[in-house]
């Protein structure tokens, strides 16, 4: 799903790195792109989606279903001057809405950063466009 242009000018993006097997534990997702020193969080959910302008927010999220927040202690990022944060997962607590839950061989996940945002002056929040991450 198509993230839409926020105040940089463009639209925010997301990426991983690291293994799509489960075992090594090592995946690394980013974003990029945003207004500098604004605050970010990513996002999860098992189904993709399409909501455009959620509660008000200038962007489009591309999850459906329970979502997700990577709200724990250091999980709520500031973009800094660059624009762009990154958040280490831990596949054995993924944030699900009533507890964590690990990522078994098999399970697609879904993913997108939702981040503050200001548009003519006014503020607002936008998101990144969505990665899907199919493990094995």
Same mark, same amino acid.
């Given at each position: 799903c198509?993230a839409?242009v926020?105040s ?7 990426r991983?790195t690291?293994?799509?097997t489960?075992?090594?534990?090592d995946?690394? *997702?980013?974003a990029s792109d945003m207004?500098?020193? $604004?605050?970010?969080?990513f996002?999860i959910?098992? +189904?993709q989606? #399409?909501v ?6 200038a ?11 990577f709200?724990?202690f ?6 800094g001057?660059?624009?762009?944060v990154s ?6 607590? *993924?944030p699900q809405?009533t507890?964590?839950v690990? $990522?078994?061989p098999g399970?697609?996940w879904?993913? +997108?950063?939702w #981040?503050?945002?200001?548009?003519g002056g006014?503020?607002?929040s936008n998101f990144?466009?969505?990665l899907?991450?199919d493990?094995?």
């Amino acid at each position: 799903c198509p993230a839409n242009v926020n105040s940089t000018g463009v639209a925010a993006t997301i990426r991983a790195t690291g293994s799509v097997t489960v075992v090594p534990n090592d995946v690394v *997702l980013f974003a990029s792109d945003m207004p500098q020193n $604004a605050l970010a969080y990513f996002l999860i959910s098992r +189904t993709q989606g #399409f909501v455009a302008g959620p509660a008000g927010s200038a962007g489009n999220l591309c999850l459906g279903g329970d979502i997700g927040r990577f709200v724990g202690f250091g999980q709520i990022l500031n973009t800094g001057t660059g624009g762009a944060v990154s958040l280490p997962i831990d596949l054995t607590r *993924l944030p699900q809405p009533t507890m964590n839950v690990a $990522a078994m061989p098999g399970d697609t996940w879904n993913f +997108t950063c939702w #981040f503050r945002d200001a548009i003519g002056g006014s503020p607002t929040s936008n998101f990144t466009d969505g990665l899907r991450i199919d493990f094995r």
